[in-house]
């Protein structure tokens, strides 16, 4: 692990490989270490940097105002590299596009794992599913929030606990209690949004565009990379990753780094 002053705030990053830059961003739930498999099979091609975003993970959270966005492209700035290939899963997906819309030249490619893009609306049957599966929690309660997380988003509302690793359970619901830890306190911290919001903005993404989910995710997230790569110029969907929930890199690795390896420039 390194850090780097970006903003004013030191953020933490492992590095590996040399070539073109990439740069992956992690989902909300989680932290950089749900790239574990992603950055050694990628950095045989490229320069791979695995950010934790501000407040996450080893990331400093200063009591001043940001984007997470403009983190992004600080990052890239402190580390000497001019324009970079951004994969994002969940919310670094939303973060990564989000950066493409503010900063769009410095953004080679696009790769986005079952990622949300800001001004999105969740439909009522994601709602319902949440209120089916979850229910109430208590928000002080990160283990039970966590845990509630991870049958939300990780099982999927179409697989039982069983049907899952369950080493994969334990590791989510670790990095989601520290994810949960760092939201509360990004709560008191005023959070830049990207404005107007990317969802009817797809269409000025003119750098290559790959999206994907997991075929074990909620539906909204598919429909999502759906309208992302119909409304992105050259955008590419590919199929939905089998047996794989939201956190599809850490879950179904194999696939996803070929997909990865194939489309990164």
């Not at 073109?20 to 739930?29: F, Q, R």
């Not at 990628?42 to 791979?48: D, G, N, Y």
């Not at 992105?232 to 794989?244: E, F, I, M, Q, S």
Request: glycine residues 8%; hydrophobic residues 45%; contains cysteine.
């Amino acid at each position: 692990m390194a850090k780097i002053e970006v903003n004013g705030a030191l953020l933490a990053y492992d590095e590996a490989g040399s070539g073109s830059p990439v740069v992956l961003l992690h989902a909300g739930i989680a932290d950089r270490r749900m790239w574990r498999a992603q950055v050694p099979a990628l950095a045989t091609r490229h320069r791979v940097i695995a950010l934790d975003l501000r407040g996450y993970g080893d990331s400093e959270l200063p009591p001043a105002d940001f984007a997470h966005h403009d983190d992004v492209v600080g990052l890239l700035d402190a580390l000497g590299i001019g324009r970079a290939a951004l994969v994002g899963c969940s919310f670094g997906g939303k973060v990564a596009v989000d950066t493409a819309l503010a900063h769009p030249d410095r953004v080679s490619a696009l790769a986005l794992l079952g990622s949300p893009v800001s001004g999105n609306q969740w439909s009522e049957e994601t709602e319902q599913l949440w209120e089916t599966l979850v229910g109430e929690v208590d928000p002080e309660d990160f283990a039970a929030s966590a845990a509630g997380e991870v049958r939300f988003w990780v099982v999927g509302p179409h697989r039982r606990p069983e049907d899952v690793d369950p080493e994969l359970i334990r590791f989510a619901e670790e990095m989601d209690r520290r994810a949960l830890a760092a939201e509360l306190a990004l709560s008191a911290v005023e959070a830049g949004e990207l404005d107007p919001p990317a969802i009817d903005r797809l269409g000025e993404l003119r750098m290559p565009v790959l999206a994907t989910a997991g075929a074990a995710d909620v539906p909204d997230i598919g429909r999502l990379a759906d309208r992302i790569a119909a409304e992105a110029p050259h955008g590419t969907r590919l199929p939905d990753v089998p047996d794989a929930g939201h956190l599809l890199p850490l879950e179904r690795p194999e696939p996803v780094n070929a997909a990865l390896l194939d489309f990164l420039p």
